[in-house]
């Protein structure tokens, strides 16, 4: 992540923060900070979001295209993911220098979102075994201001309320081929259904205790962190840790019994947000916690 | 793909010979009636594990190690200086490359890294940092490289493993040893070390998943955690419980493994008298 | 209960037995004193000049590949794994399959190759291997060739293969059209063998050539490829896990290789310091009958030596000439018959 440079005594003072739950900036260890959803705002993509969480700003765009379905299971689409961190968030990210760091979360991304009930993928299949709706889900980096997964999560969960993918018909012609025709209605489409769609929750141990959604300071003082991804009913759909660091059992269970907390308020509050704002392009902010 | 111009290429598009099996059945049970399973072993029983360390003539320390038929090979290099100057930092750094060579799944892999295998190398590297003394060398890093020759699950929680055998028989200063342990989590039943088709069957579907835990036993912390799949809260956590109660039982093999070879490099001749008394009375752990 | 073994019963056979004997007089490889070693006709780690090391082959141990083998030249280990992979035939000659060897050297085996893609010598060794093989005619490649297809009206080849899963009908990719293809008796599928044979280097200490090839034709001989039909209602090709098919090969080569010193020298078997110090190198590669299948020469130094060598009948190069003949009948000895799985030692 882009870090900033924190003295020993800044450190010291976080982290004595953090002891009495209470961080710079007033809030308690388990709150968010305020969250700006935008839906719809890039007009060429099949479904879009633009996210602020505080100082982190991410873009998220999805492209419906059509393609071949994997060997391995020939009746269902697809999703492919794209972390982009964009020069502007941080001087570290120009050229080459953010691609490990976005592999990483591309990664993160494809595994989480491979559980088959997340999304309905067997209404992205056309043709069996051959033709199929594969999203291409780009999340580009604007600004880097801390907890960049899970501002990134919950713009690919806002972005996917608001895709409309195409009615297609299929013309089977007097030969036996098959014709593929795509809806020109502008209402002719479905939308997605998203209530299964995992939120990242990632928390960090500062000291003895955990935060939620740390700031880029509280991001350099922290040794380990747990990335749990979380679904609107509190299961768990993909969980690892990172950091150079080791964690004690006891700091586990404490942490992973906050991220399920954490994790429904998150998703009731984007949920409420996203039925509010519809298809419309005004933005609404809400604050969880 | 682009064509790769530095290496034999066949044709461009192949498949494999998986696809098209005549009988290819469908969801089979993990766990027999009687509570065994498949290879007859229970819920809780891992399987035959042998270690050995100091295999690469070249390297400065290396370890191989069989878990049934799961092979995994490391090699140690280093600590040496770093490649480039602007990874200069007070603490030593480690670098983990990890591969499956392209022999060793069902599914033939390529020569080049995938995602899940740059993944690994970043899991494996962050499982062991916390247990080597990183600040007795600075601006200087260590190469850990890991083939994985045969997969049959559990292929992380070997890397795991035997890198941390490698490490020590390079003579790296490390606080203490990292053990690994894998567990497949169905709604029924808990099961520890899984083969390749207990660990892939039916994995996506709802209450599943798979958990794989780094431990450090001396001072009973944590060092990785992956978990996929779709598993309740309480399922995970006492995922974690049984996974450290099965990294803890194999903390003693590894002991004497390293014992082994401790002995063997610095009194040879010792080590072929020990080893005449043991071929008339051979050990299991 | 978890149980350990200390015999090492699968794959790594790891030879303790191997004692240097180091000269007490150098403890530093450097090239004069090679030639006190001629003197002496010894080399640093005891062995004769015209001396291979001691050598192990396992068989078959890597279950997910098709056919396997690890072999063991001294300290040199290289595992080789065969998987078979369906696919179209070559355009230009549709009767034939596909064999691609490659050798792989990773940073694991030596510190002297570095992470990312394939040194200058791993790509000079699977070349050297791929025109072995083609050369000897190691495998005949009609022999991998499943079925053959047939050209459609209107001069329009379509080539394709079906997969069929049992959970789904099935479904036809094809490439090369424009048009979907007709299912019917009229589109069969062109088909083939890949067998791609991926060579590790498990631990470099020269002479990486010799032991890959031996490994290749290992392998290649514990290869057994499930037996393949296609179905003639829906073109599909079908397997199955009994009647698993073993590969014939034709040609059995096998190499040698020597490093030259000052023209005057020849090691056979070099080790990864007597290779670093050499001037010139040569490999030969020699099949069953006794015919050079082809020779490997890089480089200027000691290219008087071969026809100078090879012209007169000197001593040196009979005696090496008779090493070679009775090691390689040691290899075939091994490799010529139906190769087990198991274990065994060379000499």
């Known amino acids: ?289 | 793909m682009p064509v790769d111009k530095k290496r034999i290429t066949g044709p461009e598009v192949t498949q494999s010979p998986l696809y098209f099996l005549e009988d290819s059945s469908g969801i089979s049970q993990l766990v027999n009636k009687d509570g065994t399973r498949k290879d007859g072993r229970g819920e809780n029983d891992i399987r035959p594990i042998f270690m050995k360390a100091g295999v690469v003539s070249q390297a400065q320390g290396s370890a191989y190690i069989e878990i049934a038929n799961t092979k995994v090979i490391c090699a140690v290099y280093g600590p040496r200086q770093v490649l480039r100057r602007e990874d200069f930092s007070m603490t030593g750094i480690l670098k983990c490359e990890f591969k499956f060579a392209t022999f060793s799944c069902p599914f033939r892999r390529k020569f080049q890294p995938d995602v899940e295998e740059k993944e690994f190398a970043l899991i494996i590297e962050q499982a062991l940092s916390p247990a080597v003394c990183l600040h007795k060398f600075p601006k200087s890093q260590v190469d850990i490289n890991i083939r994985v020759l045969e997969n049959d699950g559990s292929a992380l929680a070997a890397s795991i493993i035997c890198s941390s055998v490698a490490l020590t028989d390079a003579a790296v200063e490390m606080y203490d040893i990292v053990t690994a342990c894998t567990l497949r989590i169905t709604p029924e039943h808990m099961l520890m070390d899984p083969s390749y088709t207990e660990e892939t069957n039916s994995i996506n579907c709802e209450s599943n998943g798979v958990v794989t835990m780094g431990f450090l036993p001396s001072i009973n912390q944590t060092s990785s955690l992956l978990q996929r799949g779709h598993l309740s809260c309480d399922k995970v956590l006492k995922a974690l419980q049984i996974c450290t109660e099965g990294c803890q039982r194999i903390y003693p093999l590894i002991h004497e493994c390293i014992r082994r070879s401790v002995k063997s490099k610095y009194r040879p001749a010792e080590q072929d008298k020990e080893k005449s008394e043991e071929d008339q009375n051979p050990s299991k752990g | 209960m978890i149980s350990c073994s200390w015999y090492p019963t699968k794959l790594l056979l790891l030879n303790d037995d191997i004692k240097i004997r180091v000269s007490s007089s150098c403890n530093k490889y450097s090239f004069c004193h090679f030639s006190k070693f001629k003197k002496e006709n010894i080399r640093p780690d005891g062995r004769e000049l015209g001396e291979f090391r001691a050598t192990l082959l396992n068989v078959g141990t890597i279950n997910t590949a098709h056919g396997s083998a690890l072999v063991k030249l001294g300290n040199t280990t290289i595992l080789c794994g065969v998987k078979g992979e369906f696919a179209a035939p070559p355009v230009n000659e549709p009767k034939k399959g596909y064999l691609v060897p490659n050798v792989e050297l990773p940073p694991l085996c030596s510190s002297q190759f570095k992470v990312g893609p394939p040194s200058e010598q791993a790509q000079v060794v699977s070349q050297l291997i791929d025109d072995i093989v083609r050369s000897s005619n190691l495998i005949n490649l009609e022999s991998l060739n499943i079925a053959e297809g047939v050209v459609l009206s209107g001069g329009e080849s379509v080539y394709f293969f079906c997969v069929g899963t049992g959970v789904a009908p099935g479904f036809a990719c094809c490439w090369g059209a424009t048009k979907l293809p007709e299912r019917g008796p009229k589109a069969l599928s062109k088909l083939s063998w890949v067998l791609h044979c991926d060579m590790i280097c498990l631990d470099y200490d020269g002479n990486i050539v010799d032991a890959s090839l031996i490994a290749l034709l290992a392998a290649l001989k514990n290869v057994l490829l499930p037996a393949v039909r296609i179905d003639e209602d829906t073109g599909r090709a079908v397997t199955s896990q009994e009647g698993s098919i073993p590969l014939k090969l034709s040609c059995q080569p096998v190499a040698t290789s020597f490093v030259v010193f000052d023209d005057t020298i020849l090691l056979a078997d070099p080790t990864k310091e007597e290779e670093g110090l050499a001037t010139g190198a040569v490999t030969v590669v020699v099949n069953e009958e006794g015919d050079i299948c082809s020779v490997h020469k890089p480089g200027k130094e000691g290219a008087l030596y071969l026809p100078r060598k090879f012209m007169t009948a000197s001593g040196d190069v009979s005696r090496d000439l008779r090493k070679l003949d009775s090691w390689l009948r040691k290899h075939w000895r091994v490799v010529k018959d139906d190769v087990p799985t198991g274990a065994y030692d060379l000499d």
């Open chain 1, 1 to 289: 992540m882009a870090s900033t440079q924190l003295s020993d005594g800044e450190k010291t003072f976080i982290i004595h923060g953090v002891l009495d739950n209470l961080r710079n900036d007033g809030r308690t260890c388990e709150n968010y900070r305020q969250i700006e959803v935008e839906c719809g705002v890039v007009s060429n993509t099949s479904g879009s979001s633009r996210l602020r969480l505080s100082n982190t700003e991410v873009l998220v765009g999805i492209k419906a295209e059509m393609g071949q379905p994997k060997p391995q299971s020939p009746k269902t689409g697809f999703l492919e993911f794209f972390v982009d961190f964009s020069a502007n968030a941080s001087p570290e990210f120009e050229g080459r220098g953010g691609n490990d760091l976005s592999e990483d979360m591309s990664t993160r991304f494809a595994e989480v979102f491979q559980t088959n009930n997340i999304l309905d993928f067997e209404s992205l299949c056309i043709i069996p075994g051959q033709c199929c709706w594969v999203l291409y889900i780009d999340i580009v980096l604007l600004e880097c201001g801390g907890n960049l997964l899970d501002a990134m999560s919950l713009a690919v969960k806002a972005a996917l309320a608001n895709t409309r993918i195409p009615k297609v018909t299929v013309l089977r012609d007097s030969e036996g081929g098959e014709d593929i025709e795509v809806s020109d209605d502008p209402d002719g489409y479905h939308t997605l259904e998203i209530s299964k769609v995992p939120l990242f929750v990632t928390l960090s141990k500062i000291g003895q205790k955990h935060v939620v959604d740390a700031t880029l300071e509280e991001e350099a003082c922290c040794s380990a962190s747990l990335v749990v991804s979380v679904n609107s009913s509190g299961d768990f759909t993909g969980m690892v840790k990172k950091g150079s660091s080791s964690l004690s059992n006891d700091s586990i269970h404490d942490m992973l019994v906050t991220a399920k907390k954490v994790g429904i308020q998150l998703h009731k509050g984007l949920d409420t947000l996203l039925s509010e704002v519809g298809q419309s392009t005004a933005g609404r902010g809400f604050l969880v916690g």
